[in-house]
C-alpha cells in the first residue's frame, strides 16, 4: 500500500501543540531541527487517526494490536516482563535461517515474508512497534545501549534514559505512555539524529544542495524506513543516474518525506500554538483559521482570539473530540478584538509601566524588546505571544531523572 500523502488529521496537529515545549527540548539537548523530530512522531501519529488506514496493519487497528501485543502475546499470556522482552531482543539479533522451509517453494515471496513478519510479531515482543511514535522496542533497546556507551559516567544522562538499562519493561511502559510521550520523543530524537551523517556518506554534495524542509524530509524518510531500506533505494537511483548521465539528487518526497512537506503550514502553526499555550493549547484549530487569522501583534499565520482563553483547557493525548475555535470572520476589527479579550477576563492594551512595575516587584526581568508593545504576560504569568515563553511563564518541560 502507498504511504499516505494527504494533511495530518486535526489529532495529529493536537498532538503536536500539546508537545511542542518538550520537542523544543530535545530537539536543543540533540542540536535538532525540532520540526524533523516533532514531524517524524507526527507522521506516524496520523497513521493511527488516518480514516483511509483504520483496518490497515499501518492504521489504528494494527498498531492497536501491536501496543497489545508487546504486553501479551500467545507465548507470554501474562504480562510481558524485562526477561522476555530482553530474550525476544536477543533473538532479533540472532542469524535466521536461510533456508526456507518446504512449504515456502510453493508459495510467492511476498506471502512468505509477509507470513513471517506477522509470526515473528506474534510471538516476540521486541519485534513489535508501539506508540505514538511506534518504535519498534528491538530499535529502541539499539538506541538504549548506543545511548549508554556515548554517555558513560555517572550523571551524565541528559535525556534521563538510564534508567531503561536492565529494565526494557519500564521501556515498553514508557513508549506506550500517549499522555507523557517524553520517552518517545527522545528516542525518536536518538533515531532523527543518525539522519544527517547518514545521508552525507551517502552523497555529501546532494545533501548540501538540499533546503532545510527538504532535509527535515529526508530525516524523517530515515526515521521510517532506517539505514537499510534507503541504502539500497538510493544505490539502485544513484546507478540509474549515472547510466543516463546525469547528476543524482536525493529524493526528499519518498515514504514520509513527501506527507511531511505536505504539511509544513499545519505542522509551524501547531508548534506556534504548543510554544504559547504549551500542553493547555486547545483542541485543534481549524488549520484554515491559523493561516488566515493574523497576529495580535506583527504579521504571519496567527492564533485565533480563542487561543488566549483562560477557560479553554484541558490535556487530550489521545483525542476525545473537536472543540471548535469560536465563529467570527478572520478580519475582526481591533475594538472587537478587545471586547472578546476583555470577557475572557484579560486585557492586551496594559502600559509598559505597569510591567515594569510587576517585574521589578516580582525580581524578575524581561529581555524582549517588545515588551513595549504590550505584552502582558509579565501580569498573568502567561506565555510571551511573540514565539516563546517569558522569563515569568511557566517552566519549560524537563526529563526528571
Known sequence: MAEP????QPETLDFIARNARKADLVAKILDLPANALIGA??????????????????????????????QRNAPNP???DHRDLEEGYNTTKKVKNLEPGWWEKFTPDWLSKSWDKIHEKATNPAAVDVGPGNIRIETAIDLLKAYTAQHPDEGDDPLALKK?????DLLRDDLLDFNNPDTSLAFSGLMVERAEPFFVGQNKDSWNRLSPDERDALRIMYYKMGPGTLSKNIAKRRAEAQKNGQQYNLNPYGDGGEQHLNNLPGIDNALHLGRVQGERAIPHVPESVLEKEPYFYGSG??????????????????????RKAPAGPASATAANRRTEERAAGRSDRIGFKRIAKRIAILGQGCSRPRIAAGCSCALDRMNCRFGGPSVLAEPAASFPS
Open 301 to 322: 499565520a496567527g492564533l485565533p482570539t480563542s487561543v488566549y482563553r483562560k477557560d479553554v483547557t484541558g490535556t487530550n493525548p489521545q483525542y476525545s473530540g473537536r
Open 164 to 168: 531503561y538499562v536492565g529494565r526494557y
Open 5 to 8: 500523502t494527504s494533511k495530518f
Open 78 to 80: 501474562l504480562e510481558i
Open 41 to 70: 512522531v507526527a507522521n506516524e501519529f496520523d497513521t493511527r487517526h488516518n480514516p483511509d488506514l483504520t483496518l490497515t496493519t499501518s492504521g489504528a487497528a494494527g498498531q492497536w494490536l501491536g501496543d497489545r501485543l508487546s
